[in-house]
């Protein structure tokens, strides 16, 4: 009986520093959730973001509205499963384009993350236009931000209130940075966002790409995902770091 009760109390010994070691590490639970593959957050979710950025969005799109204004959410939580989809239809698509491999992956990572890697799957992140002026065809390009561009009154709009409602620029036009291309469309809830960034660098990434169905990724190194990391994940705005 007695030794019955110290080989419990070991076990229990054993579990909570596993437990307790896990935590500085990263839980499967965060794993899951900043890489799109858990979708059991919906009731704290609000038009697919964490509440708290839907409410912050919320208030910030009253604000635009009252200066006429109307922004329009053109994409806002994606998950791993639909990331899956644009990168292979990408992939195979420049495939049958004849593009070798590498050249395959650095035209997709332009403007597309590798499945798992977006910040699309954390809840924080939305892309955003003005749903007045009438555009055809692709609505997230660069030159419809800028100048006369149908969209230069939300981008001037935004770039003076934004901030204060916690919203950031992501891929911003700063000519130093590298990785993704400018996205003046595409906004970061920073209060939730800086510390997801920091827990998300904690995720292996060569062993979540392991057993997925990623086309391609026989060509991504060691090396090449030293460098997406750095210039892809990491080349952000300084204000989201
Ligand atoms: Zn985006």
């Not at 500085?24 to 059991?40: H, P, R």
Request: proline letters at 3%.
């Amino acid at each position: 009986m007695t030794s019955f009760k110290s080989f419990k109390f070991v076990f229990i010994f054993c579990l909570i520093t596993q437990l307790s070691a896990q935590k500085q590490t990263i839980t499967q639970a965060s794993v899951l959730k900043l890489t799109g593959q858990c979708n059991d957050h919906s009731n704290d979710k609000k038009f697919d973001l964490i509440e708290d950025v839907a409410i912050a969005f919320a208030k910030m799109k009253q604000a635009a509205a009252d200066d006429g204004i109307q922004i329009k959410i053109i994409s806002s939580s994606r998950s791993f499963e639909r990331q899956l989809v644009i990168w292979n239809t990408k992939y195979s698509q420049n495939k049958k384009d004849s593009l070798n491999p590498t050249d395959n992956i650095n035209k997709i990572i332009e403007y597309s993350t590798i499945p798992g890697t977006s910040r699309h799957h954390w809840g924080t992140e939305l892309d955003l236009i003005d749903a007045e002026p009438m555009v055809e065809g692709d609505v997230l390009l660069a030159h419809l931000f800028e100048d006369q561009g149908p969209y230069a009154l939300f981008k001037k709009w935004m770039d003076i209130n934004s901030n204060s409602f916690g919203f950031y620029l992501v891929y911003t036009n700063d000519i130093d940075r590298k990785g993704f291309k400018y996205e003046p469309w595409h906004y970061s809830y920073a209060p939730l966002s800086k510390p997801f960034l920091k827990e998300y660098l904690k995720i292996n990434l060569d062993s979540l790409f392991k057993d997925k169905k990623i086309l391609g990724k026989e060509y991504f190194t060691e090396e090449f995902i030293k460098n997406y990391l750095k210039d892809y994940i990491l080349d952000i705005s300084p204000k989201l770091k």
